[in-house]
């Protein structure tokens, strides 16, 4: 049975860092591209980030460009989202995704994922 369960969510003043973290069980990470998602109330679920199958690929939302990066280590079945310079827009729920498919720049889309985890809680105060 595949899992995917986010961690690492809180609250956080505005300016501040945060880092979410989805460990995955069931599945080979390495066979997946790995990528966030995040749904804030009254708002359909959006694209935040994705990482290649190896960690050689990134993609992300212009929204978080150069404050928010992504990562993953397939040995521990983990994949991280360190975020910085929080704004308070970003407050949402985060859900990690993992797509069968192969390329990441095209990886944006819900409908691309197979498995999701249940979401952790970032919120961001003014």
């Known amino acids: 049975q595949v899992q995917l369960v986010e961690s690492g969510g809180g609250l956080v003043q505005a300016g501040g860092s945060l880092s979410v973290s989805c460990e995955a069980t069931?599945?080979?990470?390495?066979?997946?591209?790995m990528g966030w998602f995040r749904q804030a109330p009254g708002k359909e679920r959006e694209f935040v980030a994705a990482?290649?199958?190896?960690?050689?690929?990134?993609k992300f939302v212009d929204s978080v460009k150069d404050r928010f990066s992504i990562s993953r280590d397939n040995a521990r079945n983990t994949v991280n989202l360190p975020m910085s310079n929080l704004k308070v827009e970003d407050t949402a729920v985060y859900f990690c995704?993992?797509?069968?498919?192969?390329?990441?720049?095209?990886?944006?889309?819900?409908?691309?994922?197979?498995?999701w985890g249940q979401g952790t809680q970032v919120t961001v105060s003014s």
């Open positions: 995704a993992a797509s069968p498919i192969s390329d990441v720049a095209t990886a944006t889309a819900t409908r691309d994922y197979d498995y």
């Open positions: 069931g599945i080979t990470l390495s066979n997946y591209i």
């Open positions: 990482i290649s199958r190896l960690g050689r690929v990134t």
